[in-house]
């Protein structure tokens, strides 16, 4: 159940005024408290705000959508149950890599935020996969093995999440998807495993066909990537044919990233022969996207460009990308190599000339040497700070 009081409140940092409080009382015993939590969606969607304060077992699809000038004070912990049975055909497909989520978040200027925690559950996931192998395109989900991702931000303009703490995604831990003026603050991710099966595609962040998202003061352990655009942090776009992906205005600021593969990451599908493929062929661009204070410890690829992701090289040379990659600026990223790629802490390669590619402030160490610069096909080699070499 969940209780609505009627309140007035002012909220000087966003000049809004609370209408309802829908506060949510946990069944406990390991009750499903998924259904009283989107009953609160639905009857506190506009002006008002949404108390989370106790612990939550949730086992159904968290749906928010068409929320307007909402708070949702998160000071408890959401945990998604380990029942991979009942969330691989309930969690929310999203189409992208087959990507599907346990909690759809959607509207207009909303505000999540309260200390928190967003739990996964994800060692159940990790074991399976580890045994399985199950999984789709280019290492994304699989039709017949979701692996949810804890929050999506989808469809979405004017949202603010801030002071969670994320654990155990099966999947990505962030994706934002379709939406414009997200800002994630102070985020803490941990995606850490206690068998000996590892995580798996554990990225911090995935943007896609979003544009204005800013990243700032988060911290990330992790198996994988920090930020993607589109798509840990990462940005990764154009992976299927005859579409046209944008990604556009993303912000990455003050980011700590520990013990995972990749760390400020953009990475596109290369081109294709196939009018119908989904492993790249796909239009559009990835424009105005800035790394800064980026720090990394023990991370296979700190700073990493791919043009030609999950395509082969053979494919790649006959078939560029057409997708354009320009404005990407690199701002002290530091930190230490895993070692992984022998001396190699940068890797910027592109398919077709990229644009605009700056780096400054660049100190990145390798355990083994000197360390390794390589770049291809980049335009403004005397707009970054280090010395590049060709791909070997």
């Not at 009283?36 to 009857?43: D, G, M, S, T």
């Amino acid at each position: 159940m969940f209780k609505v009081v009627l309140v007035l409140v002012s909220l000087a940092a966003r000049a809004l005024a609370w209408d309802t409080v829908c506060a949510v009382k946990p069944l406990g015993g390991g009750q499903d408290d998924g259904p009283n939590i989107n009953a609160a969606f639905e009857e506190c969607s506009s002006n008002a705000a949404i108390i989370l304060d106790g612990y939550y077992s949730v086992n159904t699809l968290l749906l928010a959508k068409g929320l307007s000038h909402v708070d949702i004070v998160l000071s408890g912990t959401v945990q998604y149950t380990p029942n991979i049975a009942y969330w691989s055909p309930n969690s929310l497909y999203l189409t992208y890599q087959n990507a599907t989520t346990f909690w759809f978040l959607s509207g207009q200027y909303i505000h999540l935020y309260g200390g928190g925690t967003i739990d996964g559950n994800g060692q159940v996931w990790w074991d399976t996969f580890n045994t399985t192998g199950n999984s789709g395109t280019a290492g994304g989900s699989s039709t017949t093995f979701a692996r949810p991702i804890p929050l999506t931000v989808g469809n979405a303009s004017n949202v603010v999440v801030e002071d969670i703490t994320e654990i155990g995604s099966p999947f990505w831990n962030n994706f934002v998807y379709q939406s414009t003026n997200v800002t994630y603050s102070r985020i803490n991710i941990s995606s850490v495993s206690y068998s000996s099966a590892p995580t798996a595609n554990s990225d911090g962040w995935d943007i896609y066909r979003s544009s204005y998202v800013t990243i700032q003061d988060s911290t990330v352990n992790n198996d994988d990537d920090c930020v993607l655009a589109v798509t840990t942090l990462t940005l990764s776009v154009r992976q299927y044919a005859g579409e046209t992906d944008i990604v556009a205005n993303v912000f990455v600021n003050n980011v700590t990233m520990r013990n995972a593969e990749n760390g400020a990451r953009i990475k596109v599908f290369g081109g294709s022969p196939y009018a119908n493929s989904t492993a790249g062929g796909g239009t559009g661009y990835v424009k105005n996207i800035t790394f800064q204070n980026f720090y990394v410890y023990n991370v296979d690829n700190p700073m990493y460009l791919n043009q030609c992701y999950s395509t082969p090289a053979a494919t790649c040379e006959e078939y560029p990308s057409t997708l354009s990659i320009s404005d990407i600026h690199y701002i002290n990223v530091t930190g230490t190599s895993s070692g992984e790629e022998g001396s190699v802490v940068v890797d910027l390669e592109c398919s077709a000339e990229c644009e605009d590619i700056t780096a400054t402030g660049t100190h990145l160490t390798a355990p083994n040497g000197n360390a390794t610069y390589v770049c291809d096909k980049i335009a403004t080699l005397d707009e970054l700070d280090f010395n590049c070499t060709a791909p070997s």
